[in-house]
């Protein structure tokens, strides 16, 4: 991966065409989204192999996996809002000041739950319920996943930090060569290929903390070469508590919000098994699909939050609010055609992935519903990146929370069981709480409430006047 194939190393999101600058922005995360899906599908198809014992522990762990993934992403995002903002603003040594603070922060941190976790893996999988069959398996591959917890953190920084200078093409590309790593080091590491031991499901799980650390250390190879946007050096990573409480009050939030997320899916999820095993498995098809449907929002939202962040950081507030609007109205026109797609083509999409007659039609009930709430997803997306972009993560962190615990969930017992209206009152709730956030969410955002910057303003300095009595002391 040359240098001169990297983007240049500040891009200018102050000026020129706001749409294209945004689509140039999502596509690269799209991708890397798509990779991060082929990322777990390799695990699951190697694992699959070796039988359900294999397939289980995974999937018992993710949960818990899925948990510090919320903590690290949220805590980069930190990084994504001050690196754009100083950027923005033409101050790019703050910016490597800010950058090297959330590496150093965001490392201690991960260290700490890294060892950490691997003492608690154990006890974690007793209290999670696995049996006696499933407790060693689940336990060895939880416990390798927690050790490269520096890893999995790693790519985080690399990845909010680039994406804070406008770069997200680079890290598109890290994300697809650990793609290819973990492809090639899964057989490997599982079956025992050649000179390599045979570890089964431990086995994929160092495939997954190798494939992550190489791509960790070139990236951060790059921050500290000055070969990207962020030229990191060792003064940059002296912690000073003023930052640190900064990026706290930025990350926390949004950690929060991503768990809160996380917990209110798993208690959803909870709750569908007490309509049987065919609902739940038509909810994980439709989750599946939806996650592939709005990819696009996704890359928008990051595609949003940096030149939100940016112009923001150069005091351009109404670029701002018009590359927010972009991206709302392009979110929308996306999620909308595939809206209409998933609608007619419902029964063959649920059929690709199963072929029992009672789950294809409840997934083709389902997406009868919530494919219509699909546009109202894209515009929550954006407007979460705006607030994210901006600072101000404890908005994006309610519209995450609200959507899922002060709608969904308790709409799920309202209409499924109380007014007895059984699967379709969960779909109903999905369609309802994706309206009333996006509604929310759009309220807040007219406010205006996000438009002013977290950074701190830069130092005013006053040159002598050349009539001054000090001037030659």
Do not use: C
Not at 364 to 371: E, R
């Amino acid at each position: 991966m040359a240098a001169g194939i990297l983007t240049p190393k500040h891009r200018n999101l102050t000026s020129g065409p706001i749409a294209r600058t945004l689509l140039v922005l999502a596509w690269p995360v799209m991708l890397s989204n798509l990779f991060q899906t082929i990322y777990n599908l390799v695990d699951i198809l190697w694992l699959g192999r070796l039988g359900k014992v294999a397939i289980a522990a995974p999937t018992l762990v993710w949960p818990l996996v899925f948990l510090m993934i919320s903590i690290g992403a949220g805590v980069t995002i930190a990084g994504t809002a001050l690196v754009a903002q100083y950027t923005g603003a033409r101050r790019h040594e703050e910016a490597n000041h800010a950058a090297g603070q959330v590496f150093a922060f965001t490392g201690i941190l991960a260290v700490t739950l890294g060892i950490a976790g691997v003492f608690i893996a154990r006890p974690l999988m007793v209290a999670m319920g696995a049996g006696p069959d499933l407790l060693p398996a689940a336990t060895s591959y939880l416990r390798i996943i927690y050790g490269g917890i520096p890893a999995m953190f790693g790519m985080f920084i690399v990845t909010s930090l680039l994406n804070g200078v406008g770069d997200t093409i680079t890290p598109m590309k890290l994300m697809g060569v650990s793609v290819v790593l973990n492809i090639i080091f899964d057989p490997l590491f599982i079956f025992g290929w050649g000179p390599f031991p045979a570890w089964g499901v431990t086995g994929a799980a160092v495939a997954t903390v190798i494939s992550r650390g190489l791509i960790a250390l070139y990236g951060l190879y790059l921050l500290f070469s000055g070969k990207v946007g962020i030229h990191l050096q060792l003064h940059h990573l002296r912690l000073e508590w003023a930052t640190v409480k900064h990026i706290l009050v930025i990350g926390v939030p949004a950690s929060l919000g991503q768990s809160g997320t996380a917990l209110g899916f798993s208690i959803m999820t909870g709750i569908l098994a007490r309509f049987g095993t065919a609902v739940v498995s038509a909810f994980g098809i439709g989750n599946r699909i939806i996650s592939i449907a709005i990819m696009p929002a996704m890359g928008l939202g990051q595609a949003t939050a940096t030149m939100v962040g940016q112009n923001l950081g150069a005091e351009e507030k109404g670029r701002a609010e018009r590359s927010a609007w972009m991206g709302i109205g392009i979110s929308t026109a996306f999620l909308l055609a595939a809206s209409i797609a998933v609608y007619f083509l419902r029964t063959s999409l649920v059929r690709m992935f199963i072929n029992d007659p009672e789950v294809i039609s409840l997934g083709a009930s389902m997406f009868a519903i919530t494919a219509m709430a699909f546009p109202f997803m894209g515009i929550l997306q954006v407007i979460i990146g705006t607030y994210q972009g901006s600072g101000h993560t404890v908005y994006s962190m309610f519209f995450s929370l609200f959507r899922l615990w002060a709608m969904r969930i308790p709409l799920v017992y309202f209409l499924g069981f109380s007014l007895a209206m059984g699967p379709d009152g969960v779909w109903w709730a999905m369609f309802i709480s994706n309206f009333g956030a996006s509604a929310l969410s759009i309220g807040f955002f007219l406010s205006g409430n996000w438009k002013h910057r977290v950074i701190k303003e830069a130092p005013i300095t006053v040159e002598p006047s050349p009539s001054s009595p000090n001037q030659g002391k």
